[in-house]
């Protein structure tokens, strides 16, 4: 998989040095996704709080381009509230399956369009939504009157 050379560092940068990596105690959800056709796993553990998100973290093992991706999701989402999570994720998720044609917004998804070459790499593209899945799935667990 060839990605531009920039692009690669951010990735390979996440991957050596993730963000938010060893999960955290006590979270109101945790989840467990697996990537079966590339066998990336994530555990997620998320805690919300007068409507943001005050908690997330995560363990997980798999190929670079899924635990990079992790590591950006998690400093990108911490302390957002659920509407401006949410938003970013279905711009992640946009320019992911856009096979290339949306190279994303840097103002809001910052490191995250390192991940815009990997939309034209389909193999790859579920690598990079494992841990966007697994944060979709963790808040839509807690309810609005849980925060
Ligand atoms: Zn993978």
């Not at 050379?5 to 996440?14: A, N, P, R, W």
């Not at 949410?86 to 994303?104: A, N, P, T, V």
């Not at 944060?135 to 839509?140: L, R």
């Amino acid at each position: 998989m060839e990605l531009a050379g920039l692009y690669q560092e951010v990735i390979l940068d996440h991957y050596k040095r993730p963000k938010n990596k060893a999960l955290r105690p006590n979270p109101m959800v945790q989840v467990h996704h697996v990537n079966t056709s590339c066998g990336d796993e994530i555990t997620l553990n998320l805690s919300m709080k007068n409507g943001k998100i005050s908690d997330l973290s995560w363990e997980g093992v798999g190929c670079s381009i899924s635990q990079a991706s992790a590591s950006v999701m998690s400093e990108l989402l911490l302390e957002k509230s659920r509407e401006e999570a949410l938003d970013l994720l279905g711009e992640f998720q946009e320019m992911l399956q856009s096979k290339g044609s949306i190279s994303g917004n840097e103002d809001r998804l910052q490191d995250g369009v390192a991940f815009a070459g990997v939309a034209k790499f389909p193999a790859r593209v579920k690598c990079a939504l494992l841990a966007w899945m697994a944060f979709k799935d963790a808040v839509s667990r807690i309810e609005d009157n849980d925060e």
